[in-house]
Nanobody, 129 residues
Framework: VQLQAFGGGLVQTGGSLRLSCTAS????????ISWFRQAPGKEREGVSC????????YYADSVKGRFTIYRDNVKNTVYLQMNSLKPEDTAVYFC???????????????????????WGQGTKVTVSS
């Protein structure tokens, strides 16, 4: 059972990247998927989340209008399309999966890290000014 994040790299300000989060050994059909990031010297923060049921999406204020999260259940993958990147987006990005069949955390905000069952290894995004 593994969650893997891909797609990071070096990009100039204003550029775009697409991150991928792929599951192996389990299906993402029952999982809400979120992206978190951790910039150097800062705490990890929630970036975006997509539900498993109706496809509802949620974004941190800092990325609204620039980032888009979407999922392809056939490919068992969730994507984070990042446009208009800024130097402050530089961070290691992690994806995380929460099993929504577990109702204990249904009322807990998606930004709370403790509700997630699996974490990817992180992919580094660097935005140059």
């Amino acid at each position: 059972v593994q969650l893997q994040a891909f797609g990071g790299g070096l990009v100039q300000t204003g550029g775009s990247l697409r991150l991928s989060c792929t599951a192996s050994g389990f299906t993402l059909d029952y999982y809400a998927i979120s992206w978190f990031r951790q910039a150097p010297g800062k705490e990890r923060e929630g970036v975006s989340c997509i539900s498993n049921s109706d496809g509802s999406t949620y974004y941190a204020d800092s990325v609204k209008g620039r980032f888009t999260i979407y999922r392809d259940n056939v490919k068992n993958t969730v994507y984070l399309q990042m446009n208009s990147l800024k130097p402050e987006d530089t961070a290691v990005y992690f994806c995380a999966a929460e099993d929504r069949r577990d109702s204990r955390f249904v009322l807990v905000p998606w930004e709370v890290e403790g509700i997630y069952d699996y974490w990817g290894q992180g992919t580094k995004v660097t935005v140059s000014s």
